[in-house]
């Protein structure tokens, strides 16, 4: 089983619509999660952190279900700039040990006017 | 605030050259990591620095090494370029609450 795991799409969605991504991870003792955001031929930048009793960020609203090892990301009210590679983050690290972050492979937004 | 540079953007280079790719940043970062992004694989992590004067392996080291120069500056090196190594190659400063990376360096070896 991959360490962490996306469907990697496409979503494609008009303009306005609400969309969710999934994501699982396998590794149990993951400590820290994130949602990164890729644009077409850029360097991944970190979009949010998800945080154990959910996080909400303007229109971006990350969940995280430990006991079932799933994350997920919720984009209301879609714009046509949401059209991304949303990658799904994890790391083992705990308190100030050092973790490497471990990668999805991403799942793929379009908004469509 | 430049966060990470990296240099070059772009190189190409025939199977068996060597080159060097530069990374610095200036966060203060006491990490620094090198990956790989090829179509369909994800990043994978090649090699990473927790400290300055320390280097670990990542998933796929193989055919590469790096040098943790000081605080700012980590680079890589490929000794023997090799067309498997075509790809777009990210590095990265941060912690465990998240990275910065680099625009990003796209090799191609033929």
């Known amino acids: 089983r991959k360490e962490v795991e996306q469907d990697p799409g496409p979503f494609n969605v008009p303009e306005g619509a609400t969309v969710a991504f999934n994501c699982t991870y396998s590794n149990s003792a993951s400590q820290s999660f994130f949602w990164y955001r890729q644009d077409c031929r850029k360097e991944p930048k970190l979009l949010m952190s998800?945080?154990?009793s959910g996080n909400e960020d303007g229109r971006f609203t990350a969940q995280l279900n430990r006991a079932s090892q799933y994350i997920s990301l919720l984009i209301r009210d879609s714009k046509l700039s949401d059209s991304a590679t949303y990658l799904c983050v994890v790391n083992t690290a705990y308190g100030g040990s050092q973790g490497n972050l471990i990668f999805g492979k991403g799942t793929k937004l379009s908004v469509k006017p | 605030n430049a966060g990470v540079t990296q240099t070059p953007k772009f190189q190409v280079l025939k199977t068996g050259q060597s080159m060097t790719l530069q990374c610095a940043q200036d966060?203060?970062?006491?990490?620094m990591y090198w990956y790989r992004q090829d179509p369909g694989m994800g990043l994978r992590l090649i090699y990473y620095s927790a400290s300055e004067g320390t280097t670990d392996k990542g998933e796929v080291p193989n055919g590469y090494n790096v040098s943790r120069l000081n605080k700012r500056e980590f680079s890589l090196r490929l000794e023997s370029a090799a067309p498997s190594q075509t790809s777009v190659y990210f590095c990265a400063s941060g912690i465990n609450y998240g990275y910065t990376f680099g625009s990003g360096t796209r090799l191609t070896v033929v």
């Open positions: 966060m203060n970062h006491n990490s």
């Open positions: 998800v945080y154990s």
